[in-house]
């Protein structure tokens, strides 16, 4: 009978992009992809909750979740992988495509090539050309994936082009990354090369794998190499470390870009999060101190002067803390020093005309420094920062500024304005299971960011309580329901019924138990 069937319906793969086509034709001239878009990015996302950014479930899950087991799918698979080996072809292939498109590939891979490479009757020689077809003619990531790491098994220069192509892909960089040092020859070269191509989970994967072996890998790790477009505190202490940051800030004077590189560095290292940060690193003292001595020269711009408020919130830390770092290479009259450096540069008459310009900014990493460094320095910039929004109302970040008060009556005239300028009807669809993320969440981003405000002002806010509580992201139905613990009035039955209905149609059954508490408590005072 499948005979009768097309063969794009029997074989996955036909009549589909390959991936590695796809990204040799997204290329421009410079060898850089265009954008991180897969053939199968429809496919593969459908029916899940969430879309990744390429390589970010990868990338997360590497860092942060342990292993699964999957020693079903992994035995499957051994067995499905050794057929097509022994009998390579069409119909082998199809069922382990098949197979391959069904499991989260990163938490078999490990199990399933050591399992692979010692079952008996597996014939190398077409392992290696059945891997290097899923490579090459994969329209599934998962296939790549799995051809990619399989040839990483094999030490040969055949595949060198295939992987460093599909490499420049975030999606496919920890496979590219594994299998270029496993399997081809100058294996650091390669990875730093295929590093300046990457910007996201790719370069993460990267750098933490390139050895500094040269002076121009040391360079470009404390200048560059720990920029990326997920977290740089992923990458500041490895690139810190590794390029030895501490002898390059000795030299007499720097130039810009070490300066530069030096300053995110430490506020990436100051910042802390996913990986080692400043208390991680064994030079830090050093660092600040000789990184200030160029400061005192060197720092002309407010992203430069967003680092000194940073070391400044560090340096004045409590005393506690700091006992435990004067045994690692800090001393009291250093830390004393630097914070009399910071003071002397933060308090520079210029900054007061690239504040009040970078507040007029457009380019939101000038404004940021400008709204930083304006705080920092007790300037009142909320009536600028609502002007700016009424023009732009999507701003996610002006929003966030201007809801960030504390007085009333400010934070009525940003209510007053969002319930009129937000699409509220495109938030209150009805509850549902969504996180919010991605294209068309905008609106219901934004209404967590004055959700969450709300418990400080009491009676302030109730349309967009309402809003919130008929929303199908359950983020914004907890920060409706926080609003409302923090408030100690009765409410009105208008809204009671709001809070009855909700309980009724809430699918998730924490926020429903939230709701139903809430109803419980609120029996006593006036109403709203």
């Given at each position: 009978?499948l005979r009768?069937f097309?063969?794009?319906?029997?074989?996955p793969w036909?009549?589909?992009p390959?991936?590695?086509?796809?990204?040799?034709?997204?290329?421009?001239?410079?060898?850089?992809?265009?954008d991180?878009?897969?053939?199968?990015?429809?496919?593969?996302?459908?029916?899940k909750?969430?879309?990744?950014?390429?390589?970010g479930?990868?990338?997360t899950?590497?860092?942060?979740?342990?292993?699964?087991?999957?020693?079903?799918?992994v035995?499957?698979?051994v067995?499905?992988i050794a057929?097509?080996s022994?009998?390579?072809g069409?119909?082998?292939?199809r069922?382990?495509?098949?197979?391959?498109?069904q499991v989260?590939?990163?938490?078999?891979?490990?199990?399933?090539?050591?399992a692979?490479?010692?079952?008996?009757?597996v014939?190398?020689?077409?392992l290696?050309?059945e891997?290097?077809?899923?490579?090459?003619n994969?329209?599934?990531?998962?296939?790549?994936?799995?051809?990619?790491?399989?040839?990483?098994?094999?030490?040969t220069?055949?595949?060198?082009?295939?992987?460093?192509t599909l490499?420049?892909?975030?999606?496919?960089?920890?496979?590219?990354?594994v299998?270029?040092q496993n399997?081809?020859?100058d294996?650091?070269?390669?990875?730093?090369?295929?590093?300046?191509f990457?910007?996201?989970w790719?370069?993460?994967?990267?750098?933490e794998?390139i050895?500094?072996?040269?002076?121009?890998?040391?360079?470009?790790?404390?200048?560059?190499?720990f920029?990326?477009?997920?977290?740089?505190?992923?990458?500041?202490?490895?690139?810190?470390?590794?390029?030895?940051?501490?002898?390059?800030?000795?030299s007499e004077?720097?130039d810009?870009?070490?300066?530069?590189?030096?300053?995110?560095?430490?506020?990436a290292?100051?910042?802390?999060?996913p990986?080692?940060?400043?208390?991680?690193y064994?030079?830090?003292a050093?660092?600040v101190k000789q990184?200030l001595?160029?400061?005192?020269?060197?720092?002309?711009?407010?992203?430069?002067?967003?680092?000194l408020?940073?070391?400044?919130?560090?340096?004045?830390q409590?005393?506690e803390r700091?006992?435990?770092?004067?045994q690692t290479g800090?001393?009291?009259e250093d830390?004393?020093?630097l914070q009399?450096?910071?003071?002397?540069i933060?308090?520079?008459?210029e900054?007061?005309?690239q504040?009040q310009?970078?507040?007029q900014?457009g380019?939101?990493?000038?404004?940021?420094?400008a709204?930083?460094?304006?705080?920092?320095?007790?300037?009142d910039?909320?009536?600028?920062?609502?002007?700016q929004?009424?023009?732009d109302?999507?701003?996610?970040?002006?929003?966030f500024?201007?809801m960030?008060?504390?007085?009333?009556?400010?934070?009525?005239?940003?209510?007053?304005f969002?319930e009129q300028?937000?699409?509220?009807?495109?938030v209150?669809?009805?509850?549902?299971?969504?996180?919010?993320?991605?294209p068309?969440?905008?609106?219901?981003?934004?209404?967590?960011?004055?959700?969450?405000?709300l418990d400080r002002?009491?009676g302030?806010?109730?349309?967009?309580?309402?809003?919130?509580?008929?929303?199908?992201v359950?983020?914004?139905?907890n920060?409706?329901?926080?609003?409302l613990?923090?408030?100690?009035?009765?409410?009105?039955?208008?809204?009671r019924?709001?809070?009855?209905?909700a309980?009724a149609?809430?699918?998730d059954?924490g926020?429903k138990?939230?709701?139903?508490?809430?109803?419980?408590?609120?029996?006593?005072g006036?109403?709203?």
């Open positions: 009978m009768f097309r063969k794009e319906a029997l074989y036909m009549r589909k390959s991936i590695y086509e796809y990204i040799q034709n997204n290329m421009d001239e410079t060898g850089h992809l265009r991180n878009t897969l053939p199968d990015d429809e496919e593969f996302w459908e029916g909750g969430i879309r990744w950014v390429a390589g479930l990868d990338g899950f590497s860092h942060h979740v342990a292993g699964g087991n999957g020693e079903a799918n035995r499957e698979l067995q499905l057929k097509q022994r009998k390579p069409n119909k082998a292939r069922e382990t495509y098949v197979k391959l498109m989260d590939i990163l938490s078999v891979i490990d199990p399933l090539l050591e692979l490479l010692k079952e008996p009757g014939h190398l020689e077409n290696y050309n891997a290097y077809w899923m490579a090459e994969g329209a599934d990531r998962n296939v790549v994936k799995l051809g990619m790491a399989i040839l990483g098994q094999f030490q220069e055949h595949h060198k082009q295939l992987v460093m490499g420049k892909h975030d999606e496919f960089t920890l496979y590219a990354a299998a270029i399997s081809l020859n294996a650091n070269s390669l990875l730093f090369e295929l590093a300046r990457a910007k996201r790719g370069k993460i994967h990267l750098v794998r050895e500094p072996a040269t002076s121009e890998i040391k360079d470009w790790l404390i200048r560059n190499g920029r990326n477009d997920v977290m740089d505190e992923y990458l500041a202490c490895i690139c810190a470390r590794n390029g030895e940051l501490h002898l390059a800030l000795e004077r720097i810009s870009a070490l300066y530069e590189g030096a300053g995110g560095i430490i506020s290292l100051l910042a802390g999060g990986a080692e940060d400043i208390d991680d064994e030079h830090a050093t660092v990184y001595r160029h400061a005192e020269r060197m720092c002309s711009t407010l992203s430069q002067l967003v680092v408020f940073d070391l400044v919130d560090f340096l004045n409590d005393e700091w006992e435990s770092r004067y800090w001393k009291a830390r004393e020093s009399k450096i910071c003071r002397s933060i308090e520079r008459e900054w007061s005309d504040i310009s970078g507040l900014s380019v939101p990493g000038e404004r940021y420094a709204i930083r460094a304006g705080k920092a320095l007790g300037w910039i909320w009536p600028i920062l609502f002007e929004l009424q023009k109302p999507l701003n996610y970040t002006l929003f500024e201007v960030n008060t504390d007085e009333r009556e400010r934070a009525q005239a940003v209510v007053s969002a300028a937000l699409p509220l009807s495109r209150a669809t009805g509850p549902a299971d969504e996180l919010g993320i991605g068309g969440f905008e609106p219901h981003r934004l209404l967590s960011v004055l959700l969450q405000s002002f009491e302030l806010g109730v349309s967009l309580i309402k809003t919130g509580l008929k929303s199908p359950v983020n914004n139905r920060m409706a329901l926080r609003a613990e923090g408030w100690t009035a009765r409410w009105t039955d208008t809204l019924e709001n809070l009855l209905e309980a149609k809430e699918p059954n926020v138990e939230r709701i139903e508490k809430l109803l419980q408590q609120n029996n006593e006036n109403s709203l």
